[in-house]
């Protein structure tokens, strides 16, 4: 993550935010539509579904580590603040557990209700996500800006980032800047070195394309 004026670029939190959103959001229509029996679609979605909460757990596992300890220190006037993100993370992972485990038995059988069983969790899981990021975005981001440093703020990025499969960077870097907004997107942009840009554009786009058609059934408009 970058910083703006000796300050944490927190920006790019929210475009992450916006990621899992969005994707997750959509899940419960798309596994509902399903066909009864149809193993091979549902192992797309279940797919899918499991590299976002992947990433979703290594983005809590990452603030539970290097975040919420920092903010409890030195903004103990909000202690009852962190104490309720960490209480929700709590909520999220459990949650985040009950899909993971109705997700591979959707992909194993494609049955309906199976897939019914699974958009019932998802439906909870967005809730508890919408509530917990839009709390994070309002009044911790804030705080962030204010008591942690450019090093530590770092630190956080590059957990995050370490936790992508590496042939599959491009892909979720398209997935971010397919959500984002123009502003955004310059953000994003502006933080890969020459030839990760060239490489975006040569490879990335299109391997972005090509996952996201899989998931949606029409690739991305832009």
Request: one cysteine or more; a negative charge; hydrophobic letters at 40%.
């Amino acid at each position: 993550m970058t910083t703006t004026a000796n300050r944490p670029q927190t920006e790019e939190m929210v475009i992450v935010h916006t990621l899992f959103r969005t994707h997750l959001a959509a899940l419960p229509d798309l596994v509902t539509a399903v066909p009864d029996g149809d193993r091979s679609r549902a192992a797309d979605l279940a797919g899918w579904l499991s590299e976002l909460l992947t990433g979703l757990h290594h983005h809590h596992v990452g603030e539970d580590e290097l975040m919420w300890p920092v903010l409890a220190s030195r903004a103990p006037q909000d202690r009852a603040l962190v104490l309720r993100m960490e209480e929700q993370h709590s909520r999220i992972a459990d949650l985040v557990a009950g899909c993971h485990r109705e997700g591979a038995a959707f992909a194993a059988s494609g049955r309906r209700t199976d897939g019914g069983t699974l958009a019932a969790t998802l439906s909870d899981l967005n809730d508890s996500l919408a509530e917990h990021l839009s709390d994070e975005e309002r009044h911790v981001l804030p705080i962030v800006r204010e008591v942690m440093s450019v090093d530590e703020w770092r630190a956080l990025a590059d957990r995050g980032n370490a936790s992508i499969p590496k042939e599959r960077r491009l892909v979720f870097l398209g997935f971010m800047l397919h959500t984002a907004t123009p502003e955004q997107r310059d953000l994003l942009m502006t933080q890969l070195p020459l030839p990760a840009r060239v490489v975006w554009r040569l490879v990335g786009r299109r391997d972005f394309a090509r996952a996201y058609r899989q998931i949606y059934g029409a690739g991305p408009q832009w």
